[in-house]
């Protein structure tokens, strides 16, 4: 069974930093790719990130591009999302998740089977 497990957020002020992690286990993830999403209150839940396990490339929306990089640690199947920059807007709850077999779409959430239970960020101004 794939388990993902965020931890990391919390509360800081606008244009601080703060670094997520993701635990993954139960399954190789060699040929796969993990994903950040982001869900505000009352609003849909948006892609922030992604990385391939393998060949390290990554994707960001244009939201969070040039303040947040995501990485990856092979050897302890985790990866990070450090974030910088923060505002505001950035506020929302964040959750990893791992694809169902197959899948492509890195930027889709549909794609993803496997989910976190979600860490609060609180940006305040």
């Known amino acids: 069974q794939v388990q993902v497990v965020e931890s990391g957020g919390g509360l800081v002020q606008a244009g601080g930093s703060l670094r997520l992690s993701c635990a993954a286990s139960?399954?190789?993830?060699?040929?796969?790719?993990l994903g950040w999403f982001r869900r505000a209150p009352g609003q849909e839940r948006e892609f922030v990130a992604a990385?391939?396990?393998?060949?390290?490339?990554?994707y960001y929306s244009n939201s969070v591009k040039g303040r947040f990089t995501i990485s990856r640690d092979n050897a302890k199947n985790t990866v990070y999302l450090q974030m910088n920059s923060l505002k505001p807007e950035d506020t929302a709850v964040y959750y990893c998740?791992?694809?169902?077999?197959?899948?492509?779409?890195?930027?889709?959430?549909?794609?993803?089977?496997?989910w976190g239970q979600g860490t609060q960020v609180t940006v305040s101004s």
């Open positions: 139960g399954r190789t993830f060699v040929g796969y790719f």
């Open positions: 990385i391939t396990w393998s060949g390290g490339s990554t």
């Open positions: 998740a791992a694809p169902g077999p197959g899948k492509t779409r890195v930027t889709d959430p549909h794609e993803y089977e496997h």
